[in-house]
């Protein structure tokens, strides 16, 4: 072999291991975007991280997540949102209303996998569940529809008492609806309901002062991304300050509340996050139906309740699908 042409060759090989780099295929990247705080989200993380390894994305090896946390400040996120679309990511997780809602408005191309406890068709992000026709899907639960069924339960807890309060971010979009609903059943229930507001953790002393004062006997709580974000503040609250409450979430009850009955949290995380896989691997969001998930589950507290002084009925003990003693 001639020395120019052993040269040349040698200059070759040198080259191979930087072209091979140059075609690693790109690491693909999800922007999480969620109203909650990064320490209150640690159980549901886990189950969002399951949706995309079970198609076989995990988190440091072959996908990687730029978290975006609200903190609870709502206002934040359009901001949160258009800075995840400047950095191109793959596609956007929004975890709750106002967060899918600023996803929405900050692109129209990126794929988006949300998680909401509303109906997506009323609130304008998708043409129908099974045919969302734009780069929106995702999971969606039981929240609304299912909060009057909330009072009613309380109710049965609390025959007595003839006064009750809701609480609601009003700052959430399905706020005017929820008071709607729940005031519609409150008439039908023969019960006066008072609404309280609550956007920010300073809103909780007022809140609970309004209680004492108007004399309710028990207190439903909406489903909000905020409040979520507080349920172990909230159980707290309402067990110093004795007040039967209900809330959406199971991890509500578990963390002293006296009573949830909604959907499975966990298990919309997992979904989504299973969509979220899904989109990496190519599937368009305008082809994937809106998942519904329709199982509730009606948690009840009895140490709570001994706690309250309150006797659960025994036809209600037994409907629950779980019973913490």
Known sequence: MRRREFISL????????????AQQPKVPVIGFLSAETVNSSE??????????????YVEGRNVTIEYRWADDQYDRFPALAADL???????????????????????ATLPIAFFTGSDPVQLGLVASLNRPGSNLTGVTTLGVEIGPKRLELLHAVVPAAGILALLVNPTNPIAETQTRDHQAAARTLGLQLHVLHARADRDFDTVFAALLQLRAGGLVIGPDGFLLSRREQLAALTARHA??????????????????????ITDADRQVGLYTGRILK?????????????????????????????????????????VIE
């Open 10 to 21: 040698l200059g070759g090989a040198a080259v191979w291991p930087l072209a091979a780099h």
């Open 85 to 107: 679309v400047r950095r191109q990511v793959t596609v956007i997780t929004a975890i709750g209303n106002n967060a899918m809602l600023a996803a929405k408005s900050a692109t």
């Open 43 to 56: 159980g549901r993380l886990r189950a969002f991280r399951q949706g995309p390894s079970e198609t076989g």
């Open 243 to 264: 007040v039967p409450t209900i809330f959406q979430y199971r991890e509500f009850a578990a963390a002293g509340g006296l009573m949830s009955y909604g959907s499975s």
């Open 282 to 322: 190519g599937e368009r969001p305008a082809d994937l139906p809106v998942q519904q998930s329709t199982k509730v589950e009606l948690i009840i507290n009895l140490k709570t309740a001994k706690a309250l002084g309150i006797t659960v009925p025994l036809p209600l003990l037994g409907r629950a699908d779980e």
